[in-house]
């Protein structure tokens, strides 16, 4: 007899050998394989039947062993993965067949016996893992030829990635463009790459950055990705996880020398990746986890497992599964997909692995396994068997039912964060080495050229020290001008090492660009900078743009209002896995929530779209990253960016005006009024009574920049503070440049201002009194108060003075943007899935069904003017008749400034019980926050009505239940006693509460509309540090609202929690509701009314969409080269009643329908909230 246990050591894992108490009715047949030789089959397997369950009532055999021999399934493993849980739960399943018995070949048999030795089977499974004997098996299988669940040779081509690719390729499976780059290791020099700053070049293919590099060999997992030096290049390295980290960021930035490694192109996947797992060509388990490229934090629940989510695959998918099992022979096969721009792409084929942690696929695995081995083997063993015939299981979706709603899109515009101040000087060259570098990168084909890279401005450095050195042996006047020009465009460009901030130092080839313009005759008129130029001919006029970067202050506003904005989606007052707001979390990682972020090419806005995606998703580490993964770039067709040097004629003639009417050297009179505020817009109308005489309040600005420089002076003559560190690594000396070229630039040789340089002024003070309040200087604030008030009046006119005005400034800007919010909004109800996610597997997903597309915009202050100047005045509801709207316009026309952060926010909600085709199906609100808070804030800020969105549900309703996730499970506090004072913090900071900041969201009803449910929340986390009062005010700007109920969202455990006190990080104001009851049409209208009225402007428009929209466009923000199908664009121009199969239903956010107007009967009830 064979003594089964002696290859077994104590502990071996469950389920094998005798020590382990496994008695229960249905023991597993389980065997662990012997060494002897071979001898009657039956008669071994029926002795270490015996053996190995003396000990237990083998009920289930009570009727005698059946006559039929048993089918003896091998595990041939290395024994890390044999006694794995997943191998352990799927054999336990599999010996319940009646026939089946499984051997499992020891580790030690493997490695020391020779395969005549190993034990017997009619069918193996064996695969290769670090240090297993690949050739000894296929020995083993040669010898016995058992049935090979999986095919043994095709595991030697499984471990080098460029047969993976090979195979891949001839079966037509589409994967990344790649190229093979050998190198003989006796001589790695002799090698078809060649590096480039932004790209490498592989056997004459040449692969932009972002791309990816692959070590040839698949058992090494060092997979390096390069960034572009525009989103900051260095690289990301990934590895196999240790801990919780899965990959490092790495400023290093050129390939590796040795070694042969894949070169392919990045896939932008919006930080997922899907591990598909097959158990033969018909069954494939799919599941979705954070790419490891995103910030490398591994997600983990509370089990400490890494967090995966069920997906579904598309129809194409799983014909990609059933090629990719059948083409490497592997039964059992996981590979891993990227889906990026609407199409699969394979990237690595893993062989033999299981699914960890989901009952259901143990079940799946081991009744698709064992059916196989019965139907290959069963007919030559002579056992009955049929084959089972199971009912399809049919997905059921839940939908929501009572009056609820179901959030289906959110869209908001964004203005980018905090910045530096923006600088820029002009000068007009003629020296030859100009018009060559203009000639060398193209200039002469538009006659204009922008030179960003380092590279470029490198060589104009170069040339600013040659022509310094040039000038150096004269001296005149004229000369001196030009001197003093070279050398600030030699100290801008050389400011590289200062500005260096460890955090953001590698960003730095993003926030400095020259700018070169041919002038064919010259210079037209002296502007406020040159001298009358004697010289005739062609000349490059050269502007220097630098500063203007996002400041740590703008990532911290940014991320915190990411982290907010969950709060609007279904689930956002849930906490899951120690995340708070985890409802969006969940939809975004299960593919319900269909997210795309577009940013301007501006480096500070493309960060702060980073920033923000960052505190959204929950992501951790550098921002490079998630910048090149999840924002794209919209800066082909001027959907974000606008070319702030092509004017409009329209434009040109408000500024003319602005600055006669500010040229004016006595008090403003009545009809001044007229002219300048038409609109007679209460912000307008108090900064003009602040000014009174507007070249009176310049004189005063100038005397004050004057003393502010001397000042400035002062401390740089005192050793004690010369060398003092700024805010974000700036010095005096920069500090100084900065405010000394703006006295010189605001007053002109002929002694009138230039109000264009207001703008800037306000600018550089307000940076000034947030960031560098500590050195001290007196009457900033005075200078921030005059200039505040000239700025609010020059900003918001140079969009336009009259309504007409305004609206045609608008229109020449933001058709493009305006048509790509009809389409979003359009797109929304068509119901075809982007990627659903399964209702059967989605244990604890709450509602599989739901969708949500987001869109977000990021952008300048232009686009936020513009678009809000077509809401304003572009007639989408009569305020004469529309109480709701005709507060919004009087709210709006009291906010002074968009400052950073401002957003505009578009919710479109879906009533399931209407008819399809009635107005009421689809309901529109409009959301506007005017962003951050200035310095030190006003007390006559103006108070909207607070956030009310539809969700907020009817007090008397009762919710349905089958919304998991609705709001309403939350119990309201009771109503508090009406006598005590008010006191809410509506300007709440941004700072964290000190019970580890807890987000309240009050939602306050009014008595008099339980049926309306007119509800406002407070969206964003509210500090108290001290209890803000708030002085009672006018009974129109708070109603009364009786019962509050409040969510506690606790914060993860953050990095940026650590910004407690940190006063550099002023808050956002909250979302005020603009309007809440509009219906699709009527916006889907208006929108188009907007589009086509902007005639003269359609024609650009167009060209511009067909830019973006064009099914061969609409590319990642680095990916230039890749062609789509037309199912891949996002938005393809075909009309909306034609479904896309691209097209997602974003459904989620159950919320209760009706209108809240904010019109009360009762009014100034006096009422607190307890801590």
């Known amino acids: 007899m064979s003594q089964p246990c002696d290859g077994l050591r104590p502990g071996a894992g469950e389920g094998e050998g005798e020590g382990q108490g496994r008695v229960h009715q249905d023991a597993p047949r389980f065997l662990v394989g012997s060494e002897d030789d071979e001898q009657d089959r039956g008669q071994m397997e029926a002795g270490m039947k015996n053996e190995m369950f003396r000990e237990e009532e083998m009920e289930d055999e009570d009727d005698g062993s059946p006559s039929e021999r048993q089918i003896m399934v091998g595990i041939c493993a290395m024994m890390k993965k044999s006694n794995s849980k997943p191998m352990t739960q799927i054999l336990d399943r599999l010996c319940k067949f009646d026939y089946i018995d499984v051997v499992i070949f020891p580790e030690e048999v493997i490695l020391e016996e020779p395969v005549e030795k190993w034990p017997l089977c009619d069918c193996l499974i064996s695969f290769h893992s670090k240090g297993f004997p690949l050739d000894k098996a296929v020995e083993y299988a040669k010898l016995r030829n058992p049935l090979l669940i999986n095919d043994l040779n095709m595991q030697y081509f499984i471990q080098d990635r460029r047969e993976v690719y090979r195979i891949l390729q001839e079966e037509g499976i589409d994967l990344p463009r790649y190229a093979v780059l050998n190198r003989d290791p006796d001589n790695p020099e002799e090698c078809n790459l060649v590096e480039a700053e932004d790209h490498v070049e592989v056997n004459g293919e040449v692969f932009p950055k972002p791309f990816v590099e692959k070590p040839v060999c698949a058992e090494d997992h060092n997979v390096y990705i390069y960034y572009p030096t525009s989103a900051g290049g260095g690289s990301q390295r990934l590895f196999r996880k240790i801990g919780s980290r899965s990959s490092v960021y790495s400023p290093e930035s050129s390939v590796r020398k040795t070694g042969s490694y894949i070169y392919e192109e990045f896939m932008p996947t919006d930080g997922t990746d899907v591990k598909v797992y097959t158990v033969g060509p018909d069954y494939a388990h799919a599941e979705a986890?954070?790419?490891?490229?995103?910030?490398?934090?591994?997600?983990?629940?509370?089990?400490?497992?890494?967090?995966?989510?069920?997906?579904?695959?598309?129809?194409?998918?799983?014909?990609?599964?059933?090629?990719?099992?059948?083409?490497?022979?592997?039964?059992?096969?996981?590979?891993?997909?990227?889906?990026?721009?609407?199409?699969?792409?394979?990237?690595?084929?893993?062989?033999?692995?299981?699914?960890?942690?989901?009952?259901?696929?143990?079940?799946?695995?081991?009744?698709?396994?064992?059916?196989?081995?019965?139907?290959e083997l069963a007919p030559q063993f002579h056992i009955p068997w049929s084959i089972p015939m199971e009912a399809e299981d049919i997905p059921i979706v839940p939908t929501t039912s009572g009056t609820m709603m179901e959030l289906r899109c959110v869209i908001a515009i964004i203005r980018h964060g905090d910045r530096t101040p923006k600088q820029k000087m002009k000068m007009e060259v003629r020296h030859p080495l100009f018009f060559e570098l203009f000639e060398k990168y193209g200039?002469?084909?538009?006659?204009?050229?922008?030179?960003?890279?380092?590279?470029?401005?490198?060589?104009?450095?170069?040339?600013?020290?040659?022509?310094?050195v040039e000038l150096g042996q004269h001296n005149d006047c004229e000369i001196e001008e030009k001197k003093s020009k070279l050398e600030q465009l030699k100290t801008v460009l050389e400011m590289e090492s200062s500005l260096i901030d460890t955090q953001y130092g590698h960003f730095s080839g993003i926030n400095r660009k020259v700018q070169l313009t041919y002038l064919r005759n010259g210079q037209p008129k002296a502007s406020s900078e040159e001298e009358d130029s004697k010289k005739d001919g062609p000349s490059l006029l050269l502007v220097l743009k630098w500063g203007g970067e996002l400041t740590p202050a703008g990532r911290v506003q940014a991320e915190e209002l990411g982290r907010a904005f969950r709060c609007m989606y279904p689930g956002g007052q849930g906490d899951y896995a120690g995340f708070p707001g985890c409802g969006l979390l969940r939809l975004h990682s299960t593919y319900r929530h269909d997210l795309k972020i577009y940013a301007s090419d501006e480096g500070r806005v493309q960060m702060t779209a980073a920033a923000f995606a960052k505190g959204l998703l929950a992501l951790e580490g550098e921002l490079t990253p998630i910048l090149v993964q999840m924002v794209k770039s919209a800066n082909m067709n001027g959907l974000l960016d606008s070319d702030s040097d092509s004017l409009t004629d329209c434009q040109q003639k408000v500024k003319a005006r602005l600055h006669e009417i500010m040229q004016k050297d006595q008090e403003f009179t009545q009809e001044d009024y007229q002219k300048l505020a038409p609109t007679g817009s209460p912000s307008l109308v108090n900064s003009m009574d602040v000014l009174q005489n507007p070249v009176k309040t310049c004189d005063k600005v100038y005397a004050l920049i004057q003393n502010l420089n001397s000042q400035i002076r002062k401390r740089l003559e005192d050793p004690k503070s010369s060398d003092l560190q700024l805010y974000h690594s700036e010095t005096l000396e920069l500090m100084l440049q900065r405010w000394s070229k703006l006295e010189r630039d605001f007053r002109m040789k002929n002694g009138r201002y230039d109000i264009s340089k207001i703008p800037d002024i306000y600018d550089c003070i307000k940076y000034d009194t947030q960031h560098n309040a500590s050195l001290g200087l007196e009457e900033t604030l005075e200078l921030f108060r005059l200039s505040r008030a000239l700025a609010d009046i020059i900003i918001p006119q140079e969009y336009g003075i009259s309504k007409a005005e305004k609206l045609d400034i608008a229109q020449a800007?933001?058709?493009?943007?305006?048509?790509?919010?009809?389409?979003?909004?359009?797109?929304?109800?068509?119901?075809?899935?982007?990627?659903?996610?399964?209702?059967?597997?989605?244990?604890?997903?709450?509602?599989?069904?739901?969708?949500?597309?987001?869109?977000?915009?990021?952008?300048?202050?232009?686009?936020?003017?513009?678009?809000?100047?077509?809401?304003?005045?572009?007639?989408?509801?009569?305020?004469?008749?529309?109480?709701?709207?005709?507060?919004?316009?009087?709210?709006?026309?009291?906010?002074?400034?968009?400052?950073?952060?401002?957003?505009?926010?578009?919710?479109?909600?879906?009533?399931?019980n209407k008819d399809p085709s009635s107005e009421e199906r689809f309901h529109v609100e409009l959301h506007f926050s005017p962003g951050v808070k200035g310095c030190e804030d006003e007390e006559n800020v103006p108070l909207g009505f607070g956030f009310r969105p539809a969700s907020s549900e009817n007090q008397d309703k009762k919710p349905n239940q089958g919304s998991l996730e609705d709001l309403s499970q939350d119990q309201?506090?009771?109503?508090?006693?009406?006598?005590?004072?008010?006191?809410?913090?509506?300007?709440?900071?941004?700072?964290?509460?000190?019970?580890?900041?807890?987000?309240?969201?009050?939602?306050?009803?009014?008595?008099?509309?339980?049926?309306?449910?007119?509800?406002?929340?407070?969206?964003?986390?509210?500090?108290?540090?001290?209890?803000?009062?708030?002085k009672p005010t006018s009974g129109l700007e708070l109603f009364s609202m009786p019962a509050v109920k409040r969510f506690s969202v606790s914060f993860a455990r953050h990095p940026t929690n650590g910004f407690e006190g940190c006063s550099m990080v002023p808050s956002i104001y909250p979302l005020e509701t603009l309007h809440n009851s509009l219906s699709l049409k009527q916006v889907d209208e208006f929108l188009n009314a907007m589009c086509e009225s902007s005639s003269e402007v359609h024609a650009k428009t167009m060209k511009a969409l067909s830019g973006l929209f064009d099914s061969q466009s609409q590319t990642s923000l680095y990916s230039p080269q890749q062609p789509l199908s037309s199912s891949g664009s996002e938005t393809s121009l075909r009309p909306p009643s034609q479904p896309l199969w691209h097209g997602s239903i974003p459904s989620s956010a159950v919320s209760s329908a009706g209108p809240s107007s904010p019109i009360t009967e009762s009014s100034g009830l006096n009422f607190s909230f307890s801590e």
């Not at 400490?304 to 194409?316: H, S």
């Not at 979003?824 to 997903?845: F, W």
């Not at 003017?865 to 009087?890: I, T």
């Open 289 to 375: 986890r954070k790419s490891p490229a995103l910030d490398g934090k591994v997600e983990r629940d509370s089990e400490g497992k890494e967090i995966r989510y069920p997906v579904m695959l598309t129809a194409m998918e799983k014909l990609v599964a059933r090629k990719v099992c059948m083409a490497f022979k592997q039964t059992v096969c996981g590979f891993d997909l990227l889906r990026a721009n609407g199409h699969s792409f394979v990237c690595d084929v893993n062989g033999f692995s299981f699914v960890k942690n989901s009952m259901k696929y143990y079940d799946d695995c081991a009744k698709v396994l064992g059916n196989m081995v019965m139907r």
């Open 443 to 468: 200039g002469y084909k538009s006659g204009k050229l922008k030179l960003k890279k380092p590279k470029q401005l490198q060589e104009v450095l170069d040339i600013a020290r040659l022509l310094l």
């Open 813 to 912: 800007y933001c058709v493009p943007l305006m048509k790509k919010i009809q389409l979003d909004l359009q797109r929304t109800h068509e119901d075809e899935a982007v990627n659903k996610l399964h209702p059967l597997y989605s244990r604890g997903v709450m509602s599989p069904g739901r969708h949500v597309r987001t869109r977000l915009y990021f952008t300048s202050e232009s686009h936020v003017h513009s678009l809000l100047s077509v809401f304003r005045y572009g007639g989408l509801l009569n305020e004469e008749k529309d109480q709701q709207w005709k507060q919004a316009m009087d709210y709006l026309s009291a906010v002074s400034e968009l400052n950073y952060m401002t957003q505009i926010v578009i919710m479109l909600y879906e009533d399931n």
């Open 972 to 1030: 309201p506090d009771q109503a508090l006693p009406v006598s005590e004072p008010i006191n809410i913090q509506r300007r709440s900071p941004m700072i964290r509460n000190r019970k580890t900041g807890s987000m309240e969201v009050l939602s306050e009803t009014s008595p008099t509309q339980s049926s309306k449910g007119s509800t406002s929340h407070r969206l964003f986390p509210s500090c108290s540090r001290q209890s803000p009062e708030i």
